[in-house]
């Protein structure tokens, strides 16, 4: 297969899309969008997200200062609203206020839960560290909040009712998500057992 | 809406699969699949890995003392691959060779590229932190290599083609992507524009 190298730009390939949000030093409730977010850790559970610190973000100085932050997963069907929750900035105007949308208290954390996300996380930040032009922020999961309505009978959450934002920053869209195309650990521990096979017979 | 707690647990709701690869002391490659992965900076540009580090990783070593790795988007016709290099352990086997994988050097670091890898960046690892059972492994991209089979007339990388694997935890379950919900930066500044005329009408 004939190779190209490409020019260096970020690849998400693609990423899901999250909602971040902090009550600034007033107690309002600040939110933004971002792409850059991942799970890092499983004891204790955390999560990190990595934030531009070369522009003015409203949000990343409000969580800083309350050492907390809630994250949602934004669904397909809202997608103007988590746009224009990433396009404009806090310091312009009260941007959850312009949505109609509401916030409750976070109950192990000093954070706003965004009432119309349908999945969301307390998280307490635990570590940062700024590496160039972005900081990077690990919260600990204190506490996992879903919406009822996309929970299966074992309060699993089932993704094709959250519907979550897939960015794909080479074309600039988003995509929902697609069908399904095998399982997980099955797939391939069948084929470890496969190989075993092989090498036995081999002998 | 109503909401329910949910016991703690890792919400990748989803996250794209992905492909690590390394060169161990014996300069042979080796490769393992993880979901814990975002772009995490622009200037440098980087991504970010979390591995646990509680359990016995080669390619985690082998990074480490190479101190590069290389990174890499299998495709949904690649899941049975993949899901084996994160179920058998490089310890036990050489698992690129058991699946007729082949490797070549990177350019840019000391680090293998495998070939059957429609896009795959070379990484110099930058910054590394133990957050509990997690450690996270920042590197700086400094090469993108991509199939020209995965690309448009603008070297846009399409996701249609390379077909990313999107990875449902809470189900075990491999999805791919979906169609197309919405231009990204375009609904939003929409929406911006048409709050602003709200706001003059209201003077």
Known sequence: M????????PVVAPSEIVVVSAYDEDGRADAC????????????LCVTIAVNAEKKRKTLKSMRRQNAFTLAFPGTDQIRETDYLG?????????LKNLGWTVSR????????????????????????????HIHITGEVRRILADESILNE????VLEKLK?????????RYLGIGTKQGD??????ALKK????????SL
């Open 33 to 44: 969008t971002l792409a850059f977010y991942m799970v890092s850790g499983l004891k204790p």
């Open 87 to 95: 396009v404009e900035s806090g310091y312009n105007t009260d941007k």
């Open 106 to 133: 976070a109950k192990t954390v000093h954070a706003p839960l965004i009432n119309e996300m349908r999945l969301s996380l307390e998280c307490e930040i635990i570590h940062t560290v700024t590496i160039g032009s």
């Open 2 to 9: 004939a190779k190209k190298e490409l020019k260096l730009h």
């Open 154 to 157: 074992n309060d699993n959450i």
């Open 194 to 201: 496969e190989m075993a096979g092989l090498k036995e017979g």
């Open 164 to 172: 979550p934002i897939i960015y794909d920053e080479e074309q600039l």
């Open 184 to 189: 997980a650990y099955k797939t391939g521990a």
